[in-house]
């Protein structure tokens, strides 16, 4: 089975704090995605990356940066916390050439 | 653009009954078109995936969907509903030329199953 895992199920931070997220996949999968979860909103996605060092942009970029320095972690970084960025973070991973997504179990992120 | 719309935010079924949760897309080309299901405090789950040939997609848990191109819809069905159904729904699309990044997720459908 495709696992991904996220390094924390929640999280509370203060506005302006650097708040890192971490996933890993234990697949070997070329695609990773990082995408916030809103009510009424559906997913939306933050960053792509398809490979180690590479990455695209989504929809919603602004106030996030993204690291793949290696193939099985993609790490999502808030520079400078703030309220707006309460949400729920979910990590996907993918094969290059497939079509499904394999998810993490998500991180519920505060910014007080 | 693409774009998917799931209409109703809520779909309530008694158990045993059959579930429809629906599903409308647009896309510029041929759509691949998925379901996925998140349950409480999880992260989604993949169910069904449309990529080509039969328009009668069938899936995990007893779940599937068919492809209607005339109606532009993929929607989610299930002859005989559990409660243990009682989820969130999300149908997403994309053109079937596009990078794996530009697939578009739906608001979802939240499915409660009553015993």
């Known amino acids: 089975d495709v696992k991904v895992t996220q390094s924390s199920r929640y999280l509370v931070k203060r506005t302006g704090e650097k708040v890192f997220l971490e996933c890993v996949q234990d697949?070997?999968?070329?695609?990773m995605f990082w995408y916030r979860q809103d009510p009424g909103l559906g997913l939306r996605l933050i960053y792509f990356s398809y490979d180690v060092k590479m990455k695209e942009k989504g929809d919603i970029p602004e106030g996030y940066s993204v690291s793949r320095e290696k193939k099985e972690r993609f790490s999502l970084i808030l520079e400078s916390a703030s309220t707006n960025q309460t949400s729920m973070y979910l990590c996907?991973?993918?094969?290059?050439?497939?079509?499904?997504?394999?998810f993490g179990p998500g991180t519920r992120l505060t910014v007080t | 653009a693409q774009s998917v719309a799931q209409p109703e935010d809520q779909v309530n079924v008694a158990e045993g009954n059959p579930l429809t949760v629906k599903c409308t897309y647009s896309?510029?080309?041929?759509?691949?078109l998925f379901w996925y299901v998140q349950y409480p405090n999880r992260g989604l789950q993949f169910l069904l995936k449309y990529i080509t040939g039969d328009n009668l997609v069938k899936g995990s848990y007893g779940f599937e969907a068919e492809f209607n191109k005339s109606q532009t819809s993929f929607h989610l069905k299930k002859p005989s509903a559990l409660v243990s159904d009682s989820a969130l729904y999300f149908c997403?699309?994309?053109?079937?030329?596009?990078?794996?990044?530009?697939?578009?997720f739906g608001s979802g459908t939240r499915l409660s199953i009553r015993p």
């Open positions: 697949m070997d999968h070329e695609n």
């Open positions: 996907a991973s993918s094969r290059q050439h497939a079509y499904e997504q394999y």
């Open positions: 896309v510029s080309g041929n759509p691949y």
């Open positions: 997403a699309v994309r053109d079937r030329y596009s990078s794996a990044s530009k697939i578009i």
